[in-house]
């Protein structure tokens, strides 16, 4: 069964300090997708990266990226420099490649993330 | 280009009523779907659909229903509030490309008391 882990609650720094949130995955499939979203303080859920099962290549877009380790199962979301406008929940999701699984997007609990001036 | 909107943004109810959370995307996306986010348990996915006529079950689906009978419109139907619906729904939408990036409405806040 699939399932997704985010150990971290709520996760306190200061500005300027990199932090980086965890995500736990279980699959059986070969062929799946990870994603991570993000939802600010206004409520709206906003995609950030999507990334597959095939690829383990780090991504890094401005401040953020994304450690992407099959061996551990794990999809982790680095954001450096935090600033007070990273303050929000971040979701980290999973969804299979099967003809009914790609439906079926699961989420993690969230991590919410307080960036303090 | 509006995205997802749903309505309303904010709803009350007494245990027994009746409503149904609108949904509608303009990106002629096949698939919908609606979504519970509680405290502590992240987003849960309630119904979703691959296309007008055709819907299916996701995690928590009792006490909800849908329909699709437009590509456009997916609206989620609460037969009978308890207060255990008392959350956050969210509509969201992506195309048919496998495991396309879902876009999401700006949720609503329903509380049954």
């Known amino acids: 069964a699939q399932k997704v882990t985010q150990a971290q609650t709520e996760i306190s720094v200061v500005e300027k300090e990199d932090v980086t949130l965890d995500c736990v995955y279980e699959?059986?499939?070969?062929?799946?997708?990870l994603f991570w979203y993000k939802q600010p303080p206004s409520g709206e859920l906003v995609f950030l990266i999507r990334?597959?099962?095939?690829?383990?290549q780090n991504e890094i877009s401005g401040r953020y990226s994304w450690n992407f380790q099959k061996s551990t199962s794990s999809f982790n979301f680095t954001i450096t420099a935090s600033q007070v406008v990273d303050s929000a929940v971040y979701f980290c999701?999973?969804?299979?490649?099967?003809?009914?699984?790609?439906?079926?997007?699961?989420f993690g609990s969230g991590t919410r993330l307080l960036v303090r001036p | 280009n509006a995205g997802v909107t749903q309505t309303p943004k904010f709803q009350v109810l007494k245990t027994g009523q009746s409503m149904t959370l609108q949904c509608a995307q303009d990106?002629?996306?096949?698939?919908m779907s609606w979504y519970r986010q509680d405290p502590g348990m992240g987003l849960r996915l309630i119904h979703y659909?691959?296309?007008?006529?055709?819907?299916d079950q996701g995690e928590v689906p009792n006490g909800y229903n849908v329909s699709r009978s437009t590509t456009e419109d997916f609206p989620l139907r609460l037969l009978s509030a308890a207060p255990s619906q008392t959350s956050v729904y969210f509509c969201a939408s992506r195309d048919s490309t496998g495991n396309s990036p879902l876009h999401f409405g700006n949720g609503t806040r329903l509380t049954v008391t």
């Open positions: 990106m002629n996306h096949e698939y």
């Open positions: 659909s691959v296309g007008a006529g055709i819907t």
């Open positions: 999701a999973l969804s299979e490649a099967g003809a009914d699984s790609s439906y079926k997007l699961i």
């Open positions: 990334r597959n099962s095939f690829d383990e």
């Open positions: 699959t059986r499939d070969t062929t799946y997708y």
